[in-house]
């Protein structure tokens, strides 16, 4: 089963570009990735998208940047959610490239610093596995809307 996530806000560009029939709305905040806050991105994950990736749904975020083809949510966090999800249900340590460069080392050094709490989290959802892969994947752009509340709005509307 294919699952789609939009993450808010310049992920809504994604309604306009994409036919999306089955979406849900997410937040993975850049902000924690520029802060290095990897507890409260784990913490605030979606468990509607932790589910389903136990289940081995494929599921798609969707995000778009103001400044660069991926936005920082994309490019930082998911290889930081995918890390922490292959250690903590599967068992293995993934090797992690991120702008060419191997990041696995740090993003160790991130996962055993997290809090008990967040690692409970994580293993919590870890009694539904079911695939021995994560199966999280992006799609992204750039926006031209950055910012652009109404046009946002509106579209979520059309779109409902």
């Given at each position: ?24 709305f ?6 924690y990735?520029?802060?290095?806050a990897?507890?409260?991105?784990i ?11 136990a289940l ?7 995000d ?21 999800l292959?250690?903590c249900?599967?068992?293995?340590e993934?090797k992690?490239i ?6 696995t ?26 695939t ?13 809307h ?15």
């Amino acid at each position: 089963m294919i699952k789609n996530y939009i993450n808010l806000t310049n992920g809504i560009e994604a309604l306009e570009r994409w036919y999306l029939p089955n979406y849900t709305f997410i937040r993975i905040k850049s902000t924690y990735c520029e802060q290095k806050a990897w507890d409260s991105l784990i913490l605030e994950l979606d468990n509607d998208l932790l589910m389903n990736l136990a289940l081995g749904n494929e599921c798609y975020i969707f995000d778009y940047s103001n400044k660069h083809l991926t936005p920082r949510s994309i490019w930082q966090g998911i290889p930081f959610i995918r890390y922490c999800l292959s250690v903590c249900w599967l068992d293995k340590e993934p090797k992690i490239i991120v702008r060419e460069h191997n990041v696995t080392n740090y993003l160790r050094g991130c996962y055993y610093k997290l809090s008990k709490r967040t690692k409970a989290k994580l293993k919590y959802f870890k009694k539904f596995l079911n695939t021995d892969t994560i199966n999280l994947h992006h799609i992204s752009s750039r926006t031209t809307h950055d910012g652009d509340y109404i046009y946002y709005r509106e579209l979520i509307i059309k779109n409902t």
